[in-house]
């Protein structure tokens, strides 16, 4: 811990005798006061991979007897010009000054024995090692911490991008299934690393590039991916065999589409790329599919068997989708199996013209039949199947065109590294309609549920509707008694008392504790829209980064809920719209939940209840 030193505090002593018996001391006397704050910080301490986000904790924690005012944290900018920086937990709002330091401002009191921690995540982008002084300003002081970190490259040292070359359409035949991998995401589990979830990739390179989904291998808000497994396809009528580690070279979550790379043998031994000489399928041109294209899927389904699966089907239309264009989805008449996803999709000639992707768009999508459930995201204190599986389960019937990833191909061949975040905003939003009911919570009569329990409550309190939650893995709400087949809604909210992963929002269609719908946002950074169905926890968007979310409130949320659709915007961005063809009208509320922590405080203001 390092800490600018304290200007000592002079006492002046008054009065005659008072300095009489000052001027007979042997020696004058000063009061050095104790130290306001202790300052630590933690960071990695073993090397992080370049492209993969990483934590800095700032610990501040006040052992004096008096209150410490924080104003600002300071970050250094010769640490964030190596680093995108992703956010902090609680959520802090980042500027930069002159000299290109991140300041953090804030007004905070911590209390005589109080510890206050925030967490600042990055991403690692420049190779090499990171450091810098961060600064904790107070009141009387200012107090420095260290932030640190060693970046290595995903690309070894004996790997000459962009020399390998790719198959001929002639050296694996129509049904390429020499190119299949399986790849196994290995996250922590109770301190442990385990398969978390499994997909498929197809190999693009004689050098070993692969390309796949990019929610095979990225990190979800519950769990961070801690490494990566491919298994080689050796026969067809055998199972994969774990043969290498590998790193992200490109990922686009918003596209969900990646590259990987071999990194070591199982033994964690380096690889001569040189003589892998991997059997690559060659790429072809998506553009030039037409209707009723034959089209071969090979994968890794995950269910009914370990060996590679072979699915036909038909080219059956196209989809659209902002930013991509008229076919930024194939539709095809094949029925996927959810370990499929970021497989190998090819035509008549055996040439990749696209991925099998979970996020796609077809009538298939969400019909779960494997789930294997890692966190209790239905917070009923248990990890069954009733909480939401990690992303290979459900069937598929939607292809990305390959042609959409050349430019991520092109930049992994060249031995560019990129991991970006989907936090890719639609266009602005603006409720409308009638406003039937509208509350500044000045008169605690206006009609909203209140309750006070050892898991929490929900009350008026200085002109807001203040909930308080007081248990882990609990939600809490507070409704009003209007109930429309459609309504939209808006408030202002504000985290009283962060905790770091807590989220908040609206509820409606609640028909009982058991049956009601979700649309809400995370302190730290996520979006979400489920809705609980008896026991059935039911992912209706699964937890998303946004940047405009993680940059910190106070927020506007608003919301659109009815049997039209589901809508939810922040700050007048849209963040989802989905349509829920089960949904069921019932009331409406503001809600707030935890995980893992407890003593979330959220308050609420200016709501407006609409209708069309």
């Not at 680093?83 to 401002?105: M, Q, R």
């Not at 059935?536 to 979310?549: F, G, K, M, N, R």
């Not at 409406?588 to 935890?594: I, K, W």
């Amino acid at each position: 811990m390092l800490k600018t030193s304290l200007l000592p505090r002079i006492i002046l002593i008054l009065g005659a005798l008072a300095m009489a018996v000052m001027a007979c001391s042997l020696a004058p006397t000063t009061t050095q006061p104790p130290s306001e704050l202790e300052v630590t910080s933690t960071y990695p301490t073993n090397s992080v991979e370049q492209g993969r986000s990483f934590d800095v904790v700032v610990n501040l924690s006040n052992t004096s007897q008096y209150n410490a005012h924080v104003t600002e944290i300071r970050l250094p900018a010769s640490f964030l010009s190596k680093v995108n920086y992703l956010g902090s937990e609680p959520a802090l709002t980042l500027t930069n000054n002159a000299s290109g330091d991140g300041i953090l401002a804030m007004d905070l009191t911590i209390a005589p024995t109080g510890l206050e921690r925030f967490i600042f995540r990055f991403e690692a982008i420049t190779t090499g090692s990171l450091s810098g002084l961060g600064v904790v300003a107070t009141d009387d002081g200012s107090y420095q911490f260290n932030m640190q970190a060693s970046v290595v490259g995903v690309n070894p040292s004996e790997w000459q991008p962009g020399t390998a070359s790719t198959a001929t359409p002639a050296s694996l035949g129509k049904v390429p299934f020499q190119a299949v991998v399986q790849i196994k995401a290995l996250v922590s589990i109770d301190g442990e690393n385990q398969v978390g979830w499994t997909g498929s990739g197809t190999i693009i390179t004689t050098d070993g590039l692969i390309l796949t989904n990019a929610h095979v291998v990225l990190s979800d808000r519950f769990y961070q991916v801690q490494d990566l497994i491919v298994a080689l396809t050796l026969a067809q009528d055998s199972p994969p065999v774990d043969t290498y580690y590998a790193s992200i070279v490109q990922a686009d979550a918003a596209l969900d589409i990646a590259v990987i790379k071999p990194r070591t043998d199982m033994q964690g031994n380096p690889l001569n790329y040189d003589t892998l000489n991997l059997p690559a399928v060659p790429i072809g041109n998506s553009d030039n599919l037409t209707l009723g294209d034959e089209i071969v899927i090979l994968g890794y389904p995950g269910i009914g068997g370990d060996t590679i699966t072979l699915t036909r089907g038909e080219v059956s239309g196209f989809t659209s989708e902002g930013g991509y264009g008229n076919r930024a989805f194939i539709k095809t008449s094949a029925t996927i199996a959810g370990g499929n996803s970021g497989g190998l999709a090819v035509n008549q000639n055996g040439e990749l013209v696209g991925v099998p992707t979970q996020v796609g768009s077809g009538d298939l999508e969400g019909a779960i039949v494997d789930c294997r459930p890692l966190a209790d995201t239905n917070r009923d204190g248990y990890v069954d199947d009733y909480d939401t599986c990690v992303p290979t389960g459900g069937f598929i019937n939607a292809l990305r065109p390959v042609n959409l990833a050349t430019s991520i191909i092109q930049a992994a061949k060249a031995g560019q590294v990129a991991i970006q975040a989907d936090t890719t905003m639609g266009e602005t939003y603006q409720s409308t309609g009638k406003v039937i009911f509208e509350d500044d919570f000045s008169d605690p009569n206006s009609g909203w549920s209140t309750f006070e329990s050892e898991n929490g409550l929900t009350r008026y309190e200085n002109g807001e509707l203040v909930i308080h939650v007081l248990s882990t893995d609990y939600l809490v709400w507070s409704d009003v008694e209007y109930a429309y087949d459609n309504v939209s809604m808006e408030v202002d909210a504000r985290v009283l008392n962060p905790v770091g992963d807590s989220d908040f929002g609206f509820i409606c269609g609640e028909k009982d504790n058991d049956h009601f719908t979700v649309l809400e946002i995370s302190e730290d950074g996520y979006y979400t829209i489920w809705k609980q169905n008896g026991e059935e926890y039911v992912s209706l968007v699964d937890w998303t980064y946004a940047d405009t979310i993680a940059a910190g409130g106070p927020f506007k949320l608003s919301a659109t809920c009815g049997t039209q659709g589901l809508v939810l915007a922040v700050n007048g961005l849209l963040l989802a719209e989905i349509q829920d063809a089960t949904f069921v009208p019932g009331l409406v509320g503001l809600v707030g939940g935890t995980f893992g922590n407890t003593g979330f405080k959220v308050a609420f203001d200016n709501f407006q209840l609409l209708i069309p």
